[in-house]
């Protein structure tokens, strides 16, 4: 994620100005508890044997608490992630002591050496907010490639937005009983869509709810496509981490591999 979410709290059973109100940060591996990003890792490592370079510099954008990073430097590449939180990158930088990070924004952003992979997971693409961001973002990332380096993300089609759907789970925490869902939603034109967040915390008996909602850039696969292709050899495949199929052209998810022209 670009940042810890500022949330609006519909009911509260404990006190205010609490850790959660204030910074997710501490939160956010439980937030993502459900997520596999060792299947997410493994998969851009394969795009990258297939389509890359072959380098093992890699840059992760919006990188969170840093997982992804991790799970890269244990497959051998010089890991380096940057996101505009910074207690996120602390957290980051605790989990990967060994990896360079730097708060930046990930739609103008600097490199110290050209990189054979960049990656954008977990749908933060969107975080552009807007077409020209969105815009600075792919070239930022064409900038800051190597010769034939490879630019991996997942994205959301917004004509395929189903807006009642959502996505929950729940998990354990020594602060009480989580339970998160998130589902996109989309107004049905414009470039802007958002991502709503509800966290419910149940604990002695008593439960707090709080809200958030996430403008986002909303774009479709044909849009992003036409966006990519002055940059990149674009290649599209199922959300699928687990087997490499090539995108069927109806599905609203899907995983984007960018070889630097």
Not at 33 to 41: C, F, G, K, N, R
Not at 45 to 64: E, K, P, S, V
Not at 106 to 133: K, N
Request: with cysteine.
């Amino acid at each position: 994620m670009m940042r810890a979410p500022t949330l609006r709290l519909e009911h509260q059973a404990i006190m205010s100005g609490n850790a959660l109100y204030n910074d997710l940060s501490g939160y956010y591996d439980l937030m993502c508890a459900d997520i596999d990003y060792q299947a997410q890792s493994h998969c851009v490592h394969r795009l990258q044997q297939l389509f890359g370079n072959g380098g093992r510099r890699h840059l992760d954008l919006a990188c969170g608490t840093g997982p992804h990073v991790r799970h890269f430097i244990d497959a051998g590449y010089a890991g380096s992630g940057l996101d505009i939180n910074q207690p996120m990158l602390d957290r980051a930088a605790m989990r990967c002591p060994e990896a360079r990070f730097s708060r930046q924004d990930m739609c103008a952003f600097a490199v110290d050496e050209p990189q054979d992979l960049i990656t954008c997971f977990l749908y933060s693409i969107h975080y552009s907010g807007g077409i020209d961001r969105l815009k600075a973002c792919i070239a930022s990332a064409h900038r800051a490639l190597a010769a034939n380096g490879l630019f991996c993300f997942n994205a959301v089609d917004k004509q395929r937005i189903d807006n009642a759907s959502f996505v929950t789970h729940s998990a354990r925490h020594e602060d009480g009983l989580f339970r998160f869902s998130s589902g996109w939603n989309y107004p049905g034109q414009g470039e802007r869509q958002s991502l709503k967040l509800r966290i419910e915390r149940s604990v002695a008996g008593e439960t707090q709810v709080w809200h958030d909602e996430h403008p986002m850039v909303a774009v479709s696969f044909d849009e992003l496509q036409t966006l990519l292709q002055p940059y990149f050899e674009v290649h599209v495949f199922e959300h699928d981490y687990e087997k490499l199929i090539p995108w069927n052209g109806t599905s609203g998810n899907a995983l984007f591999a960018c070889v630097k022209r």
